[in-house]
């Protein structure tokens, strides 16, 4: 094969071999021990409300740059204003050796009006970039964090795996699924606070009853609208981004026809 025909098939052949951008593609482990904090812990402190000059060590940042490209691959071609690192809002905390990382969309900054099912997701970061769990909202189970009353009137918060209510006494029970139980405020942003409801019984699992149905207090007992029933927008560069300003907006029923018995006017 002469050299110029064999360099322009390696050419091709390297070419095909360039990954496309995808969104969660970084490696990310799943260990359900890692409880994600409930508690902004001395405070919450925002960048822009304050005149003052931060200073932010390498791991931080790395844990930081992890995410957010992990959120937002590098490599999109011309990507619409809430593909970009610029349209996300980032929150942190250090825990020991966790970097703990929330990322969740700005909508309005780029005049987004219809919400997906599912826009934001969190990271359990290693001081060494490890991600050591990834939560993505409205895809990956995550931990439920319930608020039970004691005997004495004060109340604790229960982190559990399950979304079967606990009881004061599966606290004591090492296989009763609890992961955590803390007595410090829930202060972090985005994390929903379930109460058991006095009374209820769960219904077994069966064919008639079908797993999410009438399981636990999420179901029968209300639950919790996170983004008004939206359809999905999609997280790709081709879907819907729910419109720009002034569009006409979601789509809505047509109107029911005219009652052929009605008198006319």
């Not at 360039?18 to 925002?46: C, M, N, Y």
């Not at 020991?96 to 990271?123: N, Q, T, W």
């Amino acid at each position: 094969m002469a050299p110029r025909k064999l360099i322009f098939v390696i050419a091709i052949a390297l070419l095909s071999c360039v990954r496309k951008p995808e969104q969660f593609w970084t490696r990310a482990g799943h260990d359900r021990s890692i409880i994600f904090p409930v508690s902004v812990g001395s405070g919450l402190v925002e960048v822009e409300a304050q005149n003052a000059t931060y200073d932010l060590d390498g791991e931080v940042l790395r844990a930081l740059m992890i995410a957010g490209n992990d959120y937002i691959p590098p490599g999109i071609p011309n990507p619409p204003c809430w593909a970009r690192l610029e349209s996300l809002e980032y929150r942190f905390t250090r825990r020991d050796d966790i970097i703990f990382v929330y990322i969740s969309e700005d909508f309005e900054r780029c005049g987004r009006k219809l919400r997906p099912m599912h826009y934001g997701a969190k990271y359990a970061i290693s001081k060494d970039g490890r991600i050591l769990r990834r939560v993505i909202d409205g895809v990956d189970d995550d931990d439920h964090v319930w608020s039970l009353e004691t005997p004495d009137g004060g109340r604790v918060t229960v982190v559990t795996e399950s979304r079967d209510s606990p009881t004061l006494e599966d606290l004591d029970r090492p296989d009763s699924g609890v992961l955590r139980v803390t007595t410090e405020p829930v202060t972090m942003p985005g994390v929903i606070v379930i109460e058991p409801v006095p009374g209820f019984v769960p219904v077994p699992e069966s064919p008639d009853f079908p797993l999410g149905n009438t399981m636990s207090p999420l179901d029968d007992a209300g639950t919790c609208d996170l983004d008004g029933g939206t359809p999905d927008a999609g997280v790709d560069g081709g879907s819907p981004d729910g419109g720009a300003p002034g569009d006409a907006g979601p789509l809505s029923a047509p109107p029911a026809p005219p009652d052929a018995g009605a008198a006319a006017p």
